[in-house]
């Protein structure tokens, strides 16, 4: 077998983050009047093969930022879904981060701390 990659093992994290995720959505529709029939049916296949994939995550230990990061993406992603309008300039503040992360940390922390 093929050693993996750094990319590799890139997609292989967010992947299981992805279904970490995932699988914590499906789970808050089970509580939902939309949780009949076939997505019930497709929902509970679909989330007995997403555990399969939680398996990897007891190999992600190394990752020490895991648990923040999934909860920096949940946020995210709700954040989109109640105002869509603003994932342009979601978008921007994060392609700013990627070009100057230390100027935009100090912006960030300069506004978190505001009174």
Do not use: C
Request: charged share 30%; aromatic share 8%.
């Amino acid at each position: 077998m093929k050693e993996l990659t750094n990319r590799n093992i890139k997609m292989i994290k967010m992947s299981v983050m992805f279904n970490f995720l995932a699988s914590f959505y499906n789970e808050q529709i089970k509580h939902t009047p939309m949780y009949k029939k076939a997505l019930k049916l497709h929902l509970n296949r679909l989330n007995k093969e997403l555990e399969k994939d939680m398996a990897l995550y007891d190999e992600l230990d190394e990752f020490e930022l895991w648990d923040t990061m999934v909860e920096n993406i949940q946020i995210l992603l709700e954040e989109v879904f109640l105002d869509p309008a603003d994932v342009i300039v979601q978008g921007n503040i994060l392609l700013a981060f990627k070009r100057d992360s230390e100027a935009m940390s100090k912006v960030a922390d300069q506004i978190l701390n505001q009174k």
